[in-house]
């Protein structure tokens, strides 16, 4: 009797998923405008700068978002019309709001700063999704 096809597991994806962040977290720390608000600490609050650095919030925030991302593509089942597309704007959704967040009650960065490190959030979201979605379809 033949198997069922199976993509790829639950360690995987969670490994892809952290490659894309961090690859993500790496360009915005390279490219102005692009830095996640996680990243734009120089705008915390001192006893937060004085605890924390990029190099260690950068492995822990997509540690993090990576964790939530494995969550976030079982939410649309294989075969949905578009997945990529849908598991995306679930990143995308997510990202917001506790970019967003963390921004809104952290920092006081220049709204420029932060709307630019949210929308390039858009292409990192879409990256993870494409990924992790052409991983996880069975072949």
């Known amino acids: ?7 790829a597991g639950a360690l995987l994806l969670l490994v892809t998923a952290l490659a894309v962040n961090l690859a ?9 405008g692009a ?5 734009l600490l120089r705008y915390a609050p001192e006893f937060v700068r004085d605890m924390l650095s990029t190099a260690a919030v950068s492995p822990a925030a ?8 494995l969550l976030l593509l079982g939410v649309v089942p294989p075969g949905t019309p578009r997945r990529t597309w849908v598991v995306a704007a ?11 967040l963390l921004a809104l009650v952290w920092l006081s960065a220049p709204a420029g700063e932060v709307l630019a490190g949210l929308a390039f959030g858009a292409a990192r979201c ?9 991983l996880s379809t069975p072949s």
């Not at 830095?35 to 990243?39: F, N, R, S, W």
């Not at 997509?62 to 991302?69: G, N, P, T």
């Not at 879409?126 to 052409?134: F, G, S």
């Open 62 to 69: 997509a540690f993090v978002l990576s964790l939530i991302d």
């Open 90 to 100: 679930w990143f995308f959704g997510f990202w917001l709001l506790a970019e967003g």
């Open 126 to 134: 879409l990256a993870a999704a494409w990924a992790m979605v052409r």
């Open 24 to 32: 993500f977290d790496g360009l915005g720390a390279l490219v102005p």
């Open 1 to 7: 009797m033949e198997q069922p096809k199976r993509g």
């Open 35 to 39: 830095a996640p608000p996680h990243l």
